[in-house]
């Protein structure tokens, strides 16, 4: 399934963890961490272990966690006493024993689910690959607001500060061959400023984007969907590809460019994400 739009909820608002898969997100994310203060953790659980009983969408339902020591102990105790989520989102990872922590205090529950990690802090871009490449990861995911704060950066428009941090991360989730999803946009009401900050995000090569209000899901679902054109070259990209394996000839020429494996694997990637053949 693809990972487009991942948009949170808070665990605590039970209206809105009910309303969100309404929202055509690719994921919805139940969130059990920074949206929830702590006195209202436990009421969060009881409504996100509700939910999961009762609300069957067609988009992946995870539950973000709190950090292994810091609560996801309880989260776990509370939540997977009934229906399962699709994943479970793991925050603030330091490294790979996090996340196999928590696939073992999972599989402890019989609920062996696929982890995102959520890498946002200057330990967890340093160990990305290592945390990519742990078994039971299914996606990086880039947290720029927490990663700033953790080095003492402060945030610019045009993210100069998290930039090496944000290609790393993505270096590392395909290394592994697991779905990177970019930093949220903070700016909700900016619809423009999300647009273009989603499409430079796919750009460089991502996913998806995480998205904090459900007004923002069209948006980045819109810029990581090839549009009419980029799905017409890459067939002919991969139909020129297939005369040209009957030749035994590894470059052709598609539209006066030389084409190669490079571009070839690009074409495959436009054509599955238009969730064509």
Not at 74 to 82: I, K, M, T
Not at 114 to 120: S, Y
Not at 146 to 172: C, K, M, N, P
Request: proline share 5%; net charge negative.
């Amino acid at each position: 399934m693809a990972r487009r739009s991942v948009l949170f909820a808070p665990g605590d608002q039970p209206g809105k963890v009910r309303k969100a898969p309404e929202s055509d997100a690719d994921v919805v994310v139940y969130d059990l961490e920074d949206a929830v203060v702590p006195d209202r953790k436990e009421t969060a659980r009881d409504a996100v272990c509700e939910a999961l009983a009762e609300v069957d969408p067609d988009c992946e339902l995870c539950v973000r966690v709190n950090p292994v020591g810091e609560g996801a102990g309880a989260d776990l105790r509370a939540v997977f006493e009934g229906a399962l989520p699709d994943s479970v989102m793991l925050p603030k990872v330091p490294g790979v024993d996090a996340v196999e922590t928590l696939a073992g205090m999972l599989a402890e529950r019989d609920a062996v689910v696929p982890i995102l990690a959520l890498v946002e802090s200057a330990a967890g871009v340093l160990h990305a690959e290592g945390i990519a490449a742990a078994e039971a990861t299914d996606a990086l995911l880039f947290g720029a607001e927490d990663l700033a704060g953790d080095i003492g950066a402060t945030r610019s428009d045009d993210g100069a500060e998290v930039a090496h941090a944000r290609q790393h991360v993505l270096l590392a989730a395909r290394a592994a061959g697991v779905d990177a999803v970019d930093t949220h946009y903070p700016a909700y009401e900016d619809d423009a400023g999300l647009r273009d900050a989603a499409r430079e995000a796919r750009r460089l090569g991502y996913d998806g984007k995480m998205a904090i209000h459900p007004a923002q899901v069209p948006i980045v679902n819109g810029a990581f969907t090839p549009d009419t054109e980029e799905v017409a070259w890459a067939r002919r990209v991969l139909d020129a590809r297939d005369e040209a394996s009957d030749r035994s000839s590894g470059v052709f020429v598609v539209d006066g460019e030389m084409i190669d494996a490079p571009q070839v694997r690009q074409a495959e990637r436009i054509v599955e994400r238009a969730g064509g053949e």
